[in-house]
């Protein structure tokens, strides 16, 4: 499972409360990544990390921040959560093998803004 | 736009036949093109290819890629319900070891 663990695995929360997830890692890789998960779009990059404090954008980064202060965490904030942001968030590590990577994922956050 | 898309978007068969799910891309720098397997939790790695022609079988499960075609299949011969999940094809970017996802095909395998 690459040691990834996510928490909380299981979330409700309200409209317009702020809402962190976090993603840990054991296996020191340099590169992690947010994915959400709504039927009919299979995953959609949300943000991801190359590195300590090295971010940057995936397709849909509106209304998300995140922060790596170290290698093993990954957080991912919504500020003030909408309902549109209930979704099954996935982080995931890339694993080099060779000159390619393979993706890993942790078990998952479901999240739900009512 | 999409730039991994698969087909078809659901499947129902019945056990013992065989299925092919089809992954057709559209990505610059392409490095490497990955399936997956989605059951009620997180996806779990089936394969990566990188090279066209060149078959990956594992069980019953085999993929093979074509790079000037621009896409790859999935075949699952003899299914069995335990077979019966989402099937994801994703594709990997150089830059940034980015990774593009499609929607994926759910199958269904009835006993």
């Known amino acids: 499972d690459a040691g990834i663990t996510q928490s909380p695995r299981h979330k409700v929360t309200e409209t317009g409360t702020p809402v962190t997830l976090r993603c840990h890692q054991t296996e020191n890789h340099r590169y992690m990544y947010w994915y959400r998960q709504d039927p009919g779009h299979g995953l959609r990059l949300i943000h991801y990390?190359?590195?300590?404090?090295?971010?940057d954008k995936g397709e849909v980064s509106d209304g998300y921040s995140v922060s790596r202060s170290k290698t093993e965490d990954f957080l991912l904030t919504l500020e003030s959560a909408t309902s549109s942001q209930t979704s099954v968030y996935f982080c995931?590590?890339?694993?080099?093998?060779?000159?390619?990577?393979?993706?890993?994922f942790g078990p998952g956050t479901r999240l739900t803004v009512l | 736009e999409d730039k991994v898309v698969q087909s078809p978007l659901s499947l129902v068969v019945h056990e013992g036949d065989t299925v092919t799910l089809n992954c057709s891309y559209e990505v610059t720098n392409f490095r490497s093109l990955l399936w997956y397997k989605q059951e009620k939790k997180a996806p779990t790695f089936l394969f990566m290819l990188?090279?066209?022609?060149i078959e990956k079988k594992s069980g019953r499960l085999s993929s093979i890629l074509d790079k000037k075609e621009l896409f790859s299949i999935l075949n699952i011969t003899a299914t069995q319900t335990g077979d019966s999940a989402i099937y994801l094809c994703a594709v990997e970017e150089y830059n940034f070891n980015k990774f593009y996802f499609g929607s994926g095909t759910k199958l269904n395998v009835k006993p």
């Open positions: 990390s190359y590195g300590v404090k090295d971010t």
């Open positions: 995931a590590i890339s694993e080099r093998t060779g000159s390619t990577d393979t993706q890993y």
């Open positions: 990188t090279s066209s022609g």
